[in-house]
């Protein structure tokens, strides 16, 4: 059964960061892409960022500069280091399986994800 544990969310100010981990069980994780998606109340999922399987990165132009996406294959562990927050980042972010080993364009809502962890940015 596939498992994923986010952690490490809370408030931050403008401009400060936070990072984000997944812990992620149940599957072979070094073989498949992993993604971070988030919600803000009463939005649709947005998607945030990619990291296929062989490490390659593709970020959504909202975060491009400021957010890291990057994976730990030894540990199974998925992480999101967000730089220079805005207030417009505010929302639950969740990590969430691929199917496959790399990056389909976009982000179906049924994939694996975890109970995922609340970042609020506000002064």
């Known amino acids: 059964e596939v498992q994923l544990v986010e952690s490490g969310g809370g408030l931050v100010q403008p401009g400060g960061s936070l990072r984000l981990s997944c812990a992620a069980s149940?599957?072979?994780?070094?073989?498949?892409?992993m993604s971070w998606v988030r919600q803000a109340p009463g939005k649709d999922l947005e998607w945030v960022s990619v990291i296929a399987s062989m490490g390659g990165t593709v970020y959504a132009d909202s975060v491009k500069g400021r957010f890291t996406i990057s994976r730990d294959n030894t540990k199974n562990m998925l992480y999101l280091q967000m730089n220079m927050l805005k207030t417009e980042d505010t929302a639950m972010y969740y990590c969430?399986?691929?199917?496959?080993?790399?990056?389909?364009?976009?982000?179906?809502?049924?994939?694996?994800r975890g109970q995922g962890t609340q970042v609020t940015v506000s002064s």
């Open positions: 969430t399986k691929l199917p496959g080993s790399g990056w389909l364009g976009y982000v179906s809502g049924s994939w694996p």
């Open positions: 149940g599957f072979v994780f070094s073989t498949y892409a």
